[in-house]
């Protein structure tokens, strides 16, 4: 069974900065594109940013500049690394990965970190 586990969440001051790191774990076969996403409370889970094996990024409008996704693909890991945050980026964060196994393509999600930014 693949799994995504999340770390690094908590809260932190307005202006100050958290990394989250996601493992994957299990039968991979290889890892297409690795993402975050989040969702704050009533509102729907959006995209913060993705990366791809090569290691093309893409980011939401509202995280250019002060977020930045990595990945790591001998590990099979993938990170955020989140900087001058603000009140509005507090949300539970997903990890989001797109894995190829013995039995085909899966799209997997982590149990989420939660991110509280206070002002």
């Known amino acids: 069974q693949v799994q995504l586990v999340e770390s690094g969440g908590g809260l932190v001051q307005a202006g100050g900065s958290l990394r989250l790191s996601c493992a994957a774990s299990?039968?991979?076969?290889?890892?297409?594109?690795m993402g975050w996403y989040r969702q704050a409370p009533g509102k729907q889970r959006e995209l913060v940013a993705d990366?791809?094996?090569?290691?093309?990024?893409n980011y939401a409008d509202s995280v250019k500049g002060r977020f930045t996704i990595s990945r790591d693909n001998a590990k099979n890991m993938v990170y955020l690394q989140m900087n001058s945050l603000k009140p509005e980026d507090t949300a539970v964060y997903y990890c989001n990965a797109r894995v190829v196994t013995r039995i085909g393509y899966l799209e997997v999600w982590g149990q989420g970190t939660l991110v509280t930014v206070s002002s």
């Open positions: 299990g039968p991979i076969f290889s890892i297409n594109a």
């Open positions: 990366i791809t094996s090569a290691g093309s990024a």
